[in-house]
């Protein structure tokens, strides 16, 4: 067998090359869309087209600099101002210069000589978490989202709060958790996982604002122990994705605390904002959670995938797993905060400490409370804008970058006119915005991801879906 093949894909020189070209192509990319120099956010193809299209493209030889092209430019184009949609940061480039180091390095991190430099740092990075936060005897971790996140925080909960040993002996009673209604649906599918069923997922209503109702709190937790179940937590979200709106941390930690039930805080998008002091008092009551999760590929500007997963006592990070694996380390009893398989999902676990160090290294800290003040005063300002338009509506005051709102018509379904809007702005691919559905209604919903998405943006993304709407009108 020939070693030449396998010498030419692991040549530096030839690295060197490619890796300058694709540096080229991102700079330009980063020139064409950060400040707006290209038209479109999204050419849109069906999925069924954009299968053919690559699989007639592999067919053919190209080099690898046509490929890296290919890739941007059928992309979603995330580090434009006009992208207005999901909540996914536009990479700030030196965390995607860490996220290509720790690539090519591949360190495992599944126990400390795995990763030695990128665990040091994670432990640097789980400090500075604590310390905006609050927690005195904080701990934790970095894991693959917020999904991961989420569900290895309620594991450690039910690990800490049930009766039962689960982990080791298996559910002998029913468990359940209380979160509001309009929670991410990451929660409930992690209480799935945890086998509590759809009976042990306890969904508080909320109010006209979107907040979970916690004066009901005491009448849901004592129906559902009248069933037979063992409440062992209870969530807040910190904002809810649909509307961007946080629930009222304190009043959730009080039932917690009288119930001596486990409290958790799904953050995942706005935990960031306990950077900022503009807006840190939306998080008043965090530093009193048990657990809380932070996404730092949403609102702290890292490339995928990057979140935080922080415990107020440095003891419950460690009580999720328990389960031995003597090959990789010698002394499962110990501590081991190095070792940091003994407290994740994954053994295998990427580098994500570099995504985050790389942005306090080049700008300190401060770099994430003017990312999060700007977007969260973006989205208020949009907020503003639309209830000055005759022909719009809102559907609540934004409090972060999360705005729902709608075309009003007296012509036509208002829902079906509006979802009409949202499809024909994706086909257009001038924005990219998303839709949602609040109690039955379907609004037009913008995440202001990007902060150098301007005022003068907000009124062409306005005037863009007043014309859509009267074309569709017109011909309706």
Same mark, same amino acid.
């Given at each position: 067998m020939s070693t030449s093949l396998l010498k030419k894909a692991y040549d530096s020189s030839?690295?060197? =090359?490619?890796?300058?070209?694709?540096?080229?192509?991102?700079?330009?990319?980063?020139?064409?869309?950060?400040?707006? =120099?290209?038209?479109?956010?999204?050419?849109?193809?069906?999925?069924?087209?954009?299968?053919?299209?690559?699989?007639?493209?592999?067919?053919?030889?190209?080099?690898?600099?046509?490929?890296?092209?290919?890739?941007?430019?059928?992309?979603?184009?995330?580090?434009?101002?006009?992208?207005?949609?999901?909540?996914?940061?536009?990479?700030?480039?030196?965390?995607?210069?860490?996220?290509?180091?720790?690539?090519?390095?591949?360190?495992?991190?599944?126990?400390?000589?795995?990763?030695?430099?990128?665990?040091?740092?994670?432990?640097?990075?789980?400090?500075?978490?604590?310390?905006?936060?609050?927690?005195?005897?904080?701990?934790?971790?970095?894991?693959?989202?917020?999904?991961l996140a989420n569900l290895t925080a309620l594991l450690a909960a039910r690990r800490v709060m049930a009766k039962d040993d689960v982990w080791n002996e298996g559910h002998s009673s029913k468990l359940a958790i209380m979160v509001s209604e309009e929670a991410h649906y990451c929660v409930d599918r992690a209480a799935r996982i945890m086998g509590l069923g759809s009976d042990g997922i306890i969904k508080v209503p909320v109010d006209d604002t979107y907040k979970m109702r916690t004066e009901l709190l005491d009448s849901y937790y004592d129906s559902v122990v009248e069933k037979g179940y063992e409440v062992i937590a209870i969530v807040g979200s910190a904002p809810s994705t649909s509307t961007g709106v946080y629930d009222d941390l304190e009043e959730i930690y009080a039932f917690a605390k009288a119930k001596k039930v486990w409290f958790h805080i799904d953050a995942a998008h706005g935990g960031a904002a306990i950077f900022s002091p503009k807006y840190k008092h939306l998080l008043n009551g965090a530093d009193k959670a048990d657990s809380i999760i932070i996404d730092g590929h949403k609102m702290m500007g890292t490339s995928a995938l990057a979140t935080a997963v922080v415990f107020k006592e440095s003891t419950a990070s460690y009580a999720t797993?328990?389960? =031995?694996?003597?090959?990789?380390?010698? =002394?499962?009893?110990?501590?081991?905060?190095?070792?940091?398989?003994?407290?994740?999902?994954?053994?295998?676990?990427?580098?994500?400490?570099?995504?985050?160090?790389?942005?306090?290294?080049?700008?300190?800290?401060?770099?994430?409370?003017?990312?999060?003040?700007?977007?969260?005063?973006?989205?208020?300002?949009?907020?503003?804008?639309?209830?000055?338009?005759?022909?719009?509506?809102?559907?609540l005051d934004p409090v972060s970058n999360i705005v729902c709102f709608r075309y009003k018509t007296s012509t036509g379904d208002i829902n079906l006119v509006n979802q009409s809007i949202r499809k024909a702005l994706l086909e257009d691919g001038e924005f990219y915005i998303v839709g949602t559905s609040l109690r039955g209604e379907f609004y037009l919903r913008t995440t202001f991801m990007n902060p150098f998405t301007t005022r003068t943006h907000s009124l062409r993304l306005l005037n863009l879906i007043r014309e859509v709407a009267k074309a569709l009108i017109s011909v309706s």
């Open positions: 030839l690295f060197k =090359k490619e890796g300058t070209d694709l540096v080229n192509q991102i700079s330009q990319y980063l020139s064409d869309t950060t400040f707006g =120099k290209s038209e479109k956010v999204i050419t849109w193809t069906t999925p069924e087209d954009e299968y053919h299209f690559w699989k007639e493209y592999i067919s053919d030889t190209h080099t690898t600099s046509d490929f890296f092209k290919t890739v941007i430019a059928r992309s979603i184009h995330t580090h434009h101002p006009k992208y207005i949609g999901h909540q996914v940061a536009p990479t700030v480039p030196v965390s995607a210069l860490a996220t290509l180091l720790s690539a090519q390095l591949n360190n495992g991190m599944a126990v400390y000589e795995m990763g030695a430099a990128s665990t040091a740092l994670e432990r640097l990075i789980i400090e500075q978490f604590a310390k905006v936060i609050g927690f005195e005897n904080g701990d934790g971790f970095l894991t693959s989202g917020g999904t797993f328990e389960q =031995k694996a003597q090959y990789l380390w010698e =002394k499962n009893e110990d501590a081991d905060w190095f070792n940091l398989a003994k407290r994740t999902f994954e053994c295998t676990k990427s580098m994500m400490s570099l995504r985050f160090y790389a942005i306090i290294n080049a700008y300190g800290v401060q770099f994430f409370d003017d990312f999060v003040t700007t977007l969260y005063d973006a989205g208020k300002e949009f907020g503003d804008l639309v209830k000055q338009q005759e022909d719009f509506e809102i559907a």
